[in-house]
């Protein structure tokens, strides 16, 4: 299941969070070896702190974490402005209320020792999730910075990206900035995948926005 954590709810899922800082730090630090700040076995940067939204993919039967993915406003602090400024060509600026941007994708490592197919059906489970995100806050886009590691993770989740600027090594990695456009298309070619077969996340009739 997919759960939406923002500032309304972030109290009630204070332990999914601490799950996710650590699954990110085992992630980025111990088996991708980014150059990410550690601290206590948590990694946390100063994007945590601009009130982001966390999708995070939870098992139904055990409330494991498996998987998440954080989203921010390019209208406020991002990783692309602040930080990649330069994958994007001279002058060009990504900032809209229309579109968002996504970072800290990320899945547990140890599901693969489920098998292949389980990995697959949580990465498509959040790309499902944040589309019906953008379509429920009317966003035109996602962006996002990604390595040539999720750029082949896009390409088998048939979620395609218009890159944008020309794609630059950074560390040790080819890095992109790509543009993901919100519609009901890429949602189907994203579900297909896994046969995912009907939306991810429900209306909230009492608070008016989607839930997991």
Request: aromatic fraction near 6%; proline fraction near 5%.
């Amino acid at each position: 299941m997919l759960k939406i954590v923002e500032t309304a709810n972030r109290s009630e899922y204070r332990q999914l969070l601490d799950d996710m800082h650590a699954l990110r730090a085992r992630v980025f630090k111990d088996r991708l070896q980014w150059d990410v700040t550690v601290t206590d076995g948590r990694e946390i940067d100063v994007f945590d702190a601009a009130d982001p939204l966390y999708l995070l993919a939870v098992n139904d039967t055990t409330g494991r974490l498996e998987g998440s993915v954080r989203l921010l406003p390019t209208t406020g602090p991002n990783m692309l402005r602040d930080v990649f400024p330069v994958l994007l060509p001279d002058g060009l600026v990504i900032e809209s209320p229309l579109i968002w941007e996504s970072s800290r994708f990320c899945i547990d490592p140890d599901m693969a020792h489920n098998g292949r197919r389980r990995i697959d059906r949580v990465t498509t489970e959040l790309l499902c999730g944040m589309v019906e995100i953008g379509q429920s806050a009317c966003l035109s886009h996602i962006v996002s910075v990604y390595d040539a590691r999720m750029a082949r993770v896009f390409r088998a989740s048939n979620c395609p990206a218009e890159v944008i600027g020309v794609p630059t090594r950074i560390g040790r990695v080819m890095t992109y900035a790509g543009l993901f456009e919100i519609s009901q298309v890429l949602w189907d070619g994203i579900a297909a995948t896994t046969n995912i077969a009907g939306p991810l996340l429900v209306e909230d009739r009492n608070a008016g926005r989607k839930v997991a």
